[in-house]
Protein backbone atom coordinates (compact mmCIF):
# COMPACT_ATOMS: atom_id res chain seq x y z
CA UNK A 1 0.00 0.00 0.00
CA UNK A 2 1.61 3.24 -1.03
CA UNK A 3 1.62 4.53 2.65
CA UNK A 4 4.33 7.23 3.87
CA UNK A 5 6.75 5.98 6.25
CA UNK A 6 6.76 8.51 9.00
CA UNK A 7 10.69 6.87 9.06
CA UNK A 8 11.93 8.93 6.55
CA UNK A 9 12.28 12.42 6.83
CA UNK A 10 12.43 13.02 2.69
CA UNK A 11 9.28 11.29 2.81
CA UNK A 12 6.57 13.22 0.29
CA UNK A 13 4.08 14.19 1.54
CA UNK A 14 0.64 12.39 0.09
CA UNK A 15 -0.70 14.75 -2.43
CA UNK A 16 -4.23 13.07 -1.73
CA UNK A 17 -4.79 11.94 1.63
CA UNK A 18 -8.41 9.60 2.56
CA UNK A 19 -8.16 8.53 6.35
CA UNK A 20 -11.31 6.55 7.21
CA UNK A 21 -13.73 7.89 4.66
CA UNK A 22 -17.69 6.45 4.11
CA UNK A 23 -19.73 7.94 1.88
CA UNK A 24 -23.47 6.76 2.30
CA UNK A 25 -26.33 7.89 0.38
CA UNK A 26 -29.79 6.87 2.48
CA UNK A 27 -29.03 3.10 3.34
CA UNK A 28 -26.68 2.75 0.54
CA UNK A 29 -23.08 2.43 1.43
CA UNK A 30 -21.06 3.50 -1.73
CA UNK A 31 -17.90 4.07 0.19
CA UNK A 32 -16.37 2.21 3.12
CA UNK A 33 -14.37 3.28 5.36
CA UNK A 34 -11.68 3.83 2.67
CA UNK A 35 -7.76 5.16 3.82
CA UNK A 36 -5.74 5.46 0.69
CA UNK A 37 -2.28 7.94 -0.17
CA UNK A 38 -1.48 8.97 -3.56
CA UNK A 39 1.51 10.72 -4.26
CA UNK A 40 2.91 11.91 -7.96
CA UNK A 41 2.61 9.59 -10.51
CA UNK A 42 -0.32 8.02 -12.50
CA UNK A 43 -2.50 5.25 -10.38
CA UNK A 44 -5.40 3.39 -11.68
CA UNK A 45 -8.61 3.26 -9.44
CA UNK A 46 -9.90 -0.27 -10.87
CA UNK A 47 -13.09 -1.68 -10.21
CA UNK A 48 -16.54 -2.72 -10.98
CA UNK A 49 -19.59 -0.72 -12.14
CA UNK A 50 -21.10 0.71 -9.17
CA UNK A 51 -18.11 -0.26 -6.83
CA UNK A 52 -18.04 3.66 -5.50
CA UNK A 53 -15.41 4.64 -7.60
CA UNK A 54 -17.15 8.04 -8.86
CA UNK A 55 -18.39 8.85 -5.32
CA UNK A 56 -14.60 8.92 -4.15
CA UNK A 57 -13.33 10.78 -7.00
CA UNK A 58 -16.49 13.23 -6.25
CA UNK A 59 -15.40 13.98 -2.55
CA UNK A 60 -11.72 13.80 -3.21
CA UNK A 61 -12.74 16.95 -5.86
CA UNK A 62 -14.20 18.59 -2.99
CA UNK A 63 -18.27 17.98 -4.92
CA UNK A 64 -19.12 15.61 -1.79
CA UNK A 65 -19.01 15.66 1.75
CA UNK A 66 -17.74 12.11 3.15
CA UNK A 67 -19.99 11.18 5.92
CA UNK A 68 -17.09 9.88 7.56
CA UNK A 69 -13.68 10.35 7.75
CA UNK A 70 -11.39 12.98 6.30
CA UNK A 71 -10.29 13.60 2.57
CA UNK A 72 -7.07 15.83 2.29
CA UNK A 73 -5.35 16.93 -0.81
CA UNK A 74 -2.62 19.21 -0.10
CA UNK A 75 -3.06 18.52 3.57
CA UNK A 76 -6.37 20.96 3.35
CA UNK A 77 -10.17 19.07 3.49
CA UNK A 78 -11.53 19.34 0.12
CA UNK A 79 -15.11 19.73 1.74
CA UNK A 80 -16.40 23.38 1.33
CA UNK A 81 -12.40 24.63 0.89
CA UNK A 82 -12.41 26.65 -2.18
CA UNK A 83 -8.61 27.15 -2.28
CA UNK A 84 -8.31 23.14 -2.68
CA UNK A 85 -9.94 23.38 -5.86
CA UNK A 86 -6.89 25.83 -7.38
CA UNK A 87 -4.21 22.19 -7.09
CA UNK A 88 -7.00 20.14 -8.81
CA UNK A 89 -8.68 19.17 -11.68
CA UNK A 90 -11.92 16.74 -12.30
CA UNK A 91 -12.61 15.35 -15.52
CA UNK A 92 -16.03 13.71 -15.38
CA UNK A 93 -17.43 10.80 -16.53
CA UNK A 94 -20.38 12.22 -18.52
CA UNK A 95 -19.20 14.15 -21.58
CA UNK A 96 -21.80 17.45 -21.61
CA UNK A 97 -19.81 20.21 -23.58
CA UNK A 98 -21.11 22.81 -25.33
CA UNK A 99 -20.86 21.61 -29.04
CA UNK A 100 -21.29 25.19 -30.34
CA UNK A 101 -18.43 26.56 -28.45
CA UNK A 102 -14.76 25.87 -30.42
CA UNK A 103 -11.66 24.10 -28.31
CA UNK A 104 -10.63 27.59 -27.60
CA UNK A 105 -13.67 29.45 -26.06
CA UNK A 106 -14.35 26.18 -24.41
CA UNK A 107 -10.83 26.14 -22.74
CA UNK A 108 -10.45 29.85 -22.18
CA UNK A 109 -13.87 29.69 -20.29
CA UNK A 110 -12.46 27.02 -17.81
CA UNK A 111 -9.59 29.76 -17.54
CA UNK A 112 -11.80 32.71 -16.51
CA UNK A 113 -13.60 30.82 -14.14
CA UNK A 114 -10.41 29.95 -12.42
CA UNK A 115 -9.73 33.91 -12.32
CA UNK A 116 -6.55 33.02 -14.16
CA UNK A 117 -4.67 36.65 -14.68
CA UNK A 118 -3.79 35.44 -17.80
CA UNK A 119 -6.35 33.55 -18.91
CA UNK A 120 -5.12 33.34 -23.14
CA UNK A 121 -1.65 32.19 -21.96
CA UNK A 122 -2.95 29.40 -19.71
CA UNK A 123 -5.58 27.73 -22.59
CA UNK A 124 -2.67 28.36 -25.00
CA UNK A 125 -0.43 25.82 -23.01
CA UNK A 126 -3.12 23.85 -21.54
CA UNK A 127 -4.43 22.86 -25.70
CA UNK A 128 -0.44 22.59 -26.54
CA UNK A 129 -0.20 20.19 -23.89
CA UNK A 130 -3.60 17.99 -25.13
CA UNK A 131 -1.87 18.97 -28.43
CA UNK A 132 -5.28 19.95 -30.22
CA UNK A 133 -4.05 23.57 -31.17
CA UNK A 134 -4.53 22.97 -34.76
CA UNK A 135 -8.35 21.61 -34.43
CA UNK A 136 -9.10 24.64 -31.39
CA UNK A 137 -10.75 27.21 -33.68
CA UNK A 138 -13.10 24.39 -34.64
CA UNK A 139 -16.58 23.69 -33.43
CA UNK A 140 -16.22 20.96 -30.57
CA UNK A 141 -19.67 19.39 -32.02
CA UNK A 142 -16.81 18.42 -34.86
CA UNK A 143 -14.64 17.13 -32.93
CA UNK A 144 -14.15 12.96 -32.65
CA UNK A 145 -14.77 11.61 -28.94
CA UNK A 146 -11.11 11.84 -27.91
CA UNK A 147 -10.84 15.26 -29.27
CA UNK A 148 -14.21 16.10 -26.98
CA UNK A 149 -12.22 14.32 -24.04
CA UNK A 150 -9.00 15.96 -24.74
CA UNK A 151 -10.29 19.29 -24.63
CA UNK A 152 -12.49 18.61 -21.25
CA UNK A 153 -8.80 17.32 -20.19
CA UNK A 154 -7.20 21.15 -21.32
CA UNK A 155 -10.36 22.40 -19.17
CA UNK A 156 -9.53 20.71 -16.52
CA UNK A 157 -5.70 21.25 -16.65
CA UNK A 158 -6.13 24.90 -17.29
CA UNK A 159 -5.00 26.15 -14.15
CA UNK A 160 -2.22 23.78 -13.90
CA UNK A 161 -3.16 21.70 -10.87
CA UNK A 162 -0.80 19.12 -8.80
CA UNK A 163 -3.67 16.94 -8.63
CA UNK A 164 -5.62 15.98 -12.25
CA UNK A 165 -8.89 13.20 -11.41
CA UNK A 166 -10.40 11.84 -14.32
CA UNK A 167 -13.47 8.87 -14.15
CA UNK A 168 -13.39 6.51 -16.82
CA UNK A 169 -11.27 8.89 -19.30
CA UNK A 170 -11.22 5.99 -22.09
CA UNK A 171 -14.53 4.82 -22.41
CA UNK A 172 -15.29 4.96 -25.56
CA UNK A 173 -12.51 5.91 -27.68
CA UNK A 174 -11.16 3.70 -29.77
CA UNK A 175 -7.71 2.25 -29.79
CA UNK A 176 -5.72 5.11 -31.32
CA UNK A 177 -7.69 7.63 -29.31
CA UNK A 178 -6.30 5.27 -25.73
CA UNK A 179 -2.83 5.38 -26.99
CA UNK A 180 -2.56 9.19 -26.87
CA UNK A 181 -4.97 9.20 -24.00
CA UNK A 182 -2.85 6.67 -22.27
CA UNK A 183 0.40 8.47 -23.31
CA UNK A 184 -0.73 11.90 -21.99
CA UNK A 185 -1.27 11.20 -18.52
CA UNK A 186 2.22 9.37 -18.39
CA UNK A 187 3.58 12.23 -19.27
CA UNK A 188 1.91 14.36 -16.90
CA UNK A 189 2.73 11.40 -13.96
CA UNK A 190 6.52 12.05 -14.91
CA UNK A 191 6.11 16.12 -14.75
CA UNK A 192 5.56 15.26 -11.22
CA UNK A 193 1.46 15.18 -11.21
CA UNK A 194 -1.01 13.31 -9.33
CA UNK A 195 -3.27 11.61 -11.59
CA UNK A 196 -5.67 9.07 -10.65
CA UNK A 197 -8.21 8.05 -13.29
CA UNK A 198 -11.09 5.73 -12.72
CA UNK A 199 -11.38 1.98 -14.83
CA UNK A 200 -13.39 -1.18 -14.84
CA UNK A 201 -11.07 -2.92 -17.52
CA UNK A 202 -7.70 -4.68 -15.73
CA UNK A 203 -5.65 -4.25 -19.10
CA UNK A 204 -6.57 -0.20 -19.29
CA UNK A 205 -4.92 0.51 -15.87
CA UNK A 206 -1.61 -2.06 -16.43
CA UNK A 207 -0.97 -0.22 -19.93
CA UNK A 208 -1.35 3.43 -17.74
CA UNK A 209 -0.44 2.63 -14.43
CA UNK A 210 2.10 0.63 -11.87
CA UNK A 211 0.15 1.81 -9.00
CA UNK A 212 -3.69 0.50 -8.57
CA UNK A 213 -6.34 1.05 -5.69
CA UNK A 214 -9.00 -1.56 -6.36
CA UNK A 215 -12.33 -0.79 -4.90
CA UNK A 216 -15.45 -3.50 -4.66
CA UNK A 217 -18.28 -2.81 -3.33
CA UNK A 218 -17.04 0.65 -1.60
CA UNK A 219 -14.25 -0.97 0.23
CA UNK A 220 -10.69 -1.11 -0.74
CA UNK A 221 -9.68 -4.41 -1.84
CA UNK A 222 -6.10 -4.37 -2.76
CA UNK A 223 -3.57 -1.24 -3.04
CA UNK A 224 -0.46 -1.31 -4.87
CA UNK A 225 1.90 -2.64 -7.31
CA UNK A 226 -0.02 -3.60 -10.21
CA UNK A 227 2.02 -7.07 -10.45
CA UNK A 228 1.63 -7.35 -6.65
CA UNK A 229 -2.34 -7.34 -7.63
CA UNK A 230 -2.55 -9.19 -10.77
CA UNK A 231 -0.81 -12.35 -9.55
CA UNK A 232 -3.13 -11.98 -6.09
CA UNK A 233 -5.46 -12.65 -8.94
CA UNK A 234 -3.94 -15.48 -10.92
CA UNK A 235 -3.02 -16.89 -7.69
CA UNK A 236 -6.16 -17.70 -6.33
CA UNK A 237 -8.23 -21.28 -7.49
CA UNK A 238 -9.47 -21.03 -10.87
CA UNK A 239 -12.16 -23.43 -12.10
CA UNK A 240 -11.57 -25.04 -15.99
CA UNK A 241 -13.81 -26.51 -18.36
CA UNK A 242 -11.41 -29.39 -19.78
CA UNK A 243 -12.62 -32.08 -23.06
CA UNK A 244 -10.07 -34.40 -23.83
CA UNK A 245 -9.75 -37.39 -26.50
CA UNK A 246 -10.67 -39.89 -22.90
CA UNK A 247 -12.34 -37.80 -20.21
CA UNK A 248 -12.95 -40.05 -17.88
CA UNK A 249 -9.00 -41.45 -17.87
CA UNK A 250 -8.05 -37.67 -18.10
CA UNK A 251 -10.24 -37.55 -14.49
CA UNK A 252 -8.65 -40.12 -13.11
CA UNK A 253 -4.86 -38.53 -13.75
CA UNK A 254 -6.11 -35.17 -12.53
CA UNK A 255 -7.24 -36.94 -9.34
CA UNK A 256 -3.93 -37.58 -8.59
CA UNK A 257 -2.07 -34.18 -8.77
CA UNK A 258 -1.86 -32.01 -5.82
CA UNK A 259 -2.47 -29.18 -7.97
CA UNK A 260 -5.83 -30.44 -8.53
CA UNK A 261 -8.81 -29.76 -5.72
CA UNK A 262 -11.87 -31.43 -7.58
CA UNK A 263 -12.88 -33.08 -10.74
CA UNK A 264 -16.47 -33.33 -12.05
CA UNK A 265 -17.49 -35.09 -15.06
CA UNK A 266 -20.36 -34.76 -17.51
CA UNK A 267 -21.69 -35.12 -20.51
CA UNK A 268 -19.94 -31.81 -21.61
CA UNK A 269 -16.77 -32.91 -20.49
CA UNK A 270 -14.24 -32.58 -17.16
CA UNK A 271 -14.84 -29.81 -14.84
CA UNK A 272 -11.43 -29.21 -12.72
CA UNK A 273 -10.86 -27.39 -9.66
CA UNK A 274 -7.13 -25.76 -9.56
CA UNK A 275 -5.39 -24.39 -6.25
CA UNK A 276 -4.05 -22.33 -9.05
CA UNK A 277 -3.84 -21.11 -12.17
CA UNK A 278 -0.17 -21.07 -13.26
CA UNK A 279 0.59 -24.56 -11.39
CA UNK A 280 -2.28 -26.20 -13.18
CA UNK A 281 -2.25 -24.60 -16.44
CA UNK A 282 1.66 -25.90 -16.78
CA UNK A 283 0.76 -29.54 -15.34
CA UNK A 284 -2.12 -30.34 -17.59
CA UNK A 285 -0.28 -30.99 -20.65
CA UNK A 286 2.26 -32.91 -19.20
CA UNK A 287 -0.34 -35.36 -17.42
CA UNK A 288 -2.33 -35.49 -20.76
CA UNK A 289 1.10 -36.67 -22.35
CA UNK A 290 2.01 -38.95 -19.96
CA UNK A 291 -1.57 -41.13 -20.28
CA UNK A 292 -1.41 -40.65 -23.68
CA UNK A 293 -4.73 -38.76 -23.67
CA UNK A 294 -4.81 -35.66 -26.33
CA UNK A 295 -6.47 -32.35 -24.90
CA UNK A 296 -9.14 -30.31 -26.94
CA UNK A 297 -10.20 -27.49 -25.09
CA UNK A 298 -9.31 -25.56 -21.87
CA UNK A 299 -11.34 -23.11 -20.95
CA UNK A 300 -10.99 -20.94 -17.64
CA UNK A 301 -14.64 -21.04 -16.33
CA UNK A 302 -14.90 -18.26 -13.90
CA UNK A 303 -13.00 -15.76 -15.74
CA UNK A 304 -15.03 -12.32 -15.69
CA UNK A 305 -13.86 -9.50 -13.80
CA UNK A 306 -16.70 -9.80 -11.38
CA UNK A 307 -15.27 -13.02 -9.98
CA UNK A 308 -11.93 -12.10 -9.82
CA UNK A 309 -12.92 -8.68 -7.77
CA UNK A 310 -15.18 -10.65 -5.41
CA UNK A 311 -12.29 -13.09 -4.84
CA UNK A 312 -9.94 -10.22 -3.49
CA UNK A 313 -12.64 -8.84 -1.68
CA UNK A 314 -13.18 -12.10 0.04
CA UNK A 315 -9.60 -12.83 0.73
N1 LIG B 1 -26.84 10.17 -5.67
C1 LIG B 1 -26.97 8.90 -5.31
N2 LIG B 1 -28.03 8.47 -4.62
C2 LIG B 1 -28.17 7.17 -4.23
N3 LIG B 1 -27.26 6.20 -4.50
C3 LIG B 1 -26.17 6.56 -5.20
C4 LIG B 1 -25.97 7.92 -5.66
N4 LIG B 1 -24.80 7.95 -6.34
C5 LIG B 1 -24.30 6.70 -6.31
N5 LIG B 1 -25.10 5.87 -5.64
C6 LIG B 1 -24.86 4.42 -5.36
O1 LIG B 1 -23.60 4.32 -4.74
C7 LIG B 1 -22.89 3.18 -5.24
C8 LIG B 1 -21.56 3.61 -5.85
O2 LIG B 1 -21.79 4.40 -7.00
P1 LIG B 1 -20.62 5.09 -7.86
O3 LIG B 1 -21.27 5.83 -8.98
O4 LIG B 1 -19.73 5.84 -6.97
O5 LIG B 1 -19.85 3.81 -8.42
P2 LIG B 1 -18.84 3.67 -9.66
O6 LIG B 1 -17.80 2.71 -9.22
O7 LIG B 1 -18.41 5.02 -10.10
O8 LIG B 1 -19.73 3.00 -10.74
P3 LIG B 1 -19.95 3.40 -12.28
O9 LIG B 1 -18.67 3.08 -12.95
O10 LIG B 1 -21.08 2.49 -12.68
O11 LIG B 1 -20.30 4.86 -12.29
C9 LIG B 1 -23.82 2.50 -6.23
O12 LIG B 1 -24.52 1.50 -5.53
C10 LIG B 1 -24.75 3.61 -6.64
O13 LIG B 1 -26.00 3.08 -7.02
Redesign the pocket.
Known sequence: MSTVTADSATAVAPAVDLRGVS?W??N????NDVTMALTAGVTGLL????????????MMAGFLAPSRGEVLVGGAPTWRNPSVYRQLGLVS?REAVHGFLTGWEFVLASAKLHRLPQPEAAARRAIDLVELADAQDRRISTYSKGMRQRTRVAAALVHDPQVLLL??PFNGMDPRQRMHMMELLHGMGEAGRTVLF?S?ILEEVEQVSGTVQV?VA?RLAASGDYRHIRRLMTNRPHVFTVSSSDDRALAVALMGQPSVTGVELDAGGLTVRAGDYGTFTRALPKIARGAGIRLRRVLPADESLESVFSYLVES
Open positions: RYGVVAVGPNGAGKTTLLHEDESHIG
